[in-house]
């Protein structure tokens, strides 16, 4: 079975400073990673993915992610946070022969002016 | 312009009164999903289809039943509906060549 955890529900950061969001997955194969965004009333949005290749990814509105296997962990990164990525982040992951993506609880992000 | 449609975006209704929201997309995707969203517990599969004709179970379908009968649409029914199927829920389709899902904008549903 699949599984991601994000262990904060909530991050707050003031605009202008570094954004992380923590992900760590559970997978019985090579996993494929996700990020994606929700704004209020909104639909899901994808920001970036994970397949193979270099460990830092980089996708949509600055932001990016560190692949790291031995840790089992995709962390989403931004480093100058601006008031309009206030959003809720949620990681998926799925195995590379399965369509089945399974996500985590989702983080809300505050980005105070 | 690639899309997922879902309809109605909000709805009212009462215990046991049968319910369709549909979903529609544009992109020829063969792969089509129902998700339900709920506080604290994320995004949660209900039912899957690889195909036209091939549905499947996901992590909780108790409650819910749908159809493919053709490749952009993908029904989900709730014959009758209970207090605890109060959800936001969101249809999406799958590129597969990227790995990337499409959402609908979602469906807010209130059960009374």
């Known amino acids: 079975a699949q599984s991601v955890a994000q262990p904060e529900d909530q991050v707050n950061v003031a605009e202008g400073n570094p954004l992380t969001v923590k992900c760590t997955y559970s997978?019985?194969?090579?996993?494929?990673l996700f990020w994606y965004v929700q704004y209020p009333n909104r639909g899901l949005q994808f920001l970036l993915k994970y397949i193979t290749g270099d460990n830092l990814v980089k996708g949509s509105y600055g932001f990016e992610a560190e692949f790291n296997k031995s840790q089992t962990s995709f962390h989403l990164k931004k480093p100058s946070a601006l008031v309009s990525d206030s959003a809720l982040y949620f990681c998926?992951?799925?195995?590379?022969?399965?369509?089945?993506?399974?996500f985590g609880a989702g983080t809300t992000v505050t980005v105070r002016a | 312009e690639a899309q997922v449609t879902q309809n109605p975006r909000y709805l009212i209704t009462v215990t046991g009164k049968k319910l369709t929201v549909t979903c529609s997309q544009n992109m020829n995707h063969e792969y089509m999903s129902w998700y339900r969203q709920d506080p604290g517990l994320g995004l949660r599969q209900i039912y899957y289809s690889m195909n036209v004709e091939v549905t499947d179970k996901g992590d909780v379908p108790e409650g819910y039943k749908v159809s493919r009968k053709e490749k952009r649409n993908f029904p989900l029914i709730l014959e009758s509906p209970s207090p605890n199927q109060t959800s936001l829920y969101f249809c999406a389709s799958l590129q597969t060549n990227t790995g990337e899902l499409f959402f609908g904008e979602g469906s807010r549903l209130t059960v009374l």
């Open positions: 997978v019985s194969g090579n996993p494929y």
């Open positions: 998926a992951v799925r195995d590379l022969d399965d369509y089945k993506l399974s």
